[in-house]
């Protein structure tokens, strides 16, 4: 017994056991789950165990399908250049023109106020500005910018977006900071020593060396964005349509075969676009 | 002897608040000539490197190279370049790139850049490493293409940060010798910031000693170390004892002091074996005093600490100090 515990290989597996585990039990099983039941047949009352490729078919057959997940798509794409504009800018302020720390704390810390309320309440309080008879509207009419309120201000693409940009910038902002600072300050100098003005200097030296964390902020506001549904729900008013939405609904409709069936379609079509975007940036020395 | 080349500071001050780092400095350093620029760390010889760069503002007075005023051009138009203390390679960038950034940045076209750089990396001898990436390099490589890099732009003044202190000792002797070699063969000027004398003697044309932001003495290597003129540069280029007799300081080499049976009276503190020589540390009525005897003559009269011993030296070697 005692022999058996002093062994290296039982000790490394037991210390690697407990995280193991928790990953096989809440990560590995539930996706085991759904691709399981993805193949199970279903009626509008009843889920047959079975193996049947009808609801792949189904999905695949449908132009639907494909409108919503390029739907989702055009989300993803929108929201990732919107983020990634002000996300950048704002780190680079944070990390290049703050000089005193206290300073740049400070301002990194306004900068997650909005986080320390819901999700929910943070799109809610969007629609009484945007609405109709919202404080914008008001606004631009008193000025007479507008004769008539705007009607694409809320309920539209324009506000799933914008609650997307909100919600999701500090996602952004937080990784390309972060690797922002650990930008030696003598590169800077030493580009400037060799004739470098400072847009030379941002696009040869400063741009290059943030990748990595502009990859990682990438991934993270392209997984929320294509994994949302509520945003889309609130924001649109239920007239939009996402992946998300679409499962929301089939679970709504009890329709759980379906609904697996296009988690996994979704899940796939995220890896593969993190795979494609990993091919082009090494961010394993910024982990 | 004024030539066209040279680089002139005037009154230079700088300031950081109410802290003054370096305090009206004036000096010239002659064109063509390696200079060391030696002190302690917060005596200021940074800030003068890098005020002369570009890096840094002056506060007060002027930089005048070969006659023109530099004192408020940006880097790149001062006819400097510098070498960063760290090295301050490019990371993302391959050796060639690092060497050709400042050809790029000014517009050149690709194929006449490389050849530029090239031309560098052989200077250095780096040619073979071209399209290595500086993390795929030791110290000393990285060091060479740093050297590339800020030669690139044909400086008439190379402005060095440090730049040997982040080798090991045994490769900073035989880089400090290069340096030296590609000195005489561009025939520019070197500055060169240290806090080693050692390396300021080995390399120097003139020495430039710094302390609480001015220039305590400057002159050729050999009049530095041989006749001191403060008790800081006495004390700072080591090797000497500062005495204080009929209140008037004096400078005495510790090579110059003998120990023997006659002399004033001291008690051995130390004994320490350097090779060629033993340092003997001895208490003479309260001031320690350092002597450096040849090992031969050391151990034919062996002496331990503890032991009573007489030091003599020639008057005419001691060397008064003005402050």
Redesign the interface.
Known sequence: MDRILKSRNVMGWAQASPLALILFGFLVLPILTITVVSFWRATEFSIIPAFSLENYAFLFGSDVTYRVFFATFKYAAITWALTLGIGFTVAFYLAFHIRSQTMQIALFLLCTIPFWTSNIIRMISWIPFLGRNGIANQTLISWGVIDEPLEWLLYSDFSVILAFVHLYTLFMVVPIFNTMMRI?R??L?????????GF?TLV??IF??TKPGIMIGTIFVVTLVMGDFITVRFMSGSQKANVGRLISNDIALLQYPSAAATSVVLLCTVLLTIAILLRFVDIRKEL | MRSGADLELVHVTKRYGDTVAVRDVSHVFKGGSYVCLLGPSGCGKSTTLRMIAGHEDISDGSIVLEGQDVSYLPPARRGTAMMFQSYALFPHLSVRDNVAFSLRMKGIDRAERDRAAGEMLELVDMGTYAERLPAQLSGGQQQRVALARALVTKPRVLLLDEPLSALDPFLRVRVRAELKKLQRELGISFLHVTHGQDEALALADEIVVMNNAVIEQAGNPRDVFAAPRTEFVARFMGGHNVLSEGGVRYALRADDVRLGPTGRPAIVRTVEYQGAHVAVTAEMSGTEILALVPEATFFSDPKNPGDAVGLAWDEGRLHRLQA
């Open positions: 030696d003598s590169l100098e030493a580009a400037r020593d060799a004739g470098a003005s030379q040869h030296v290059p060396l």
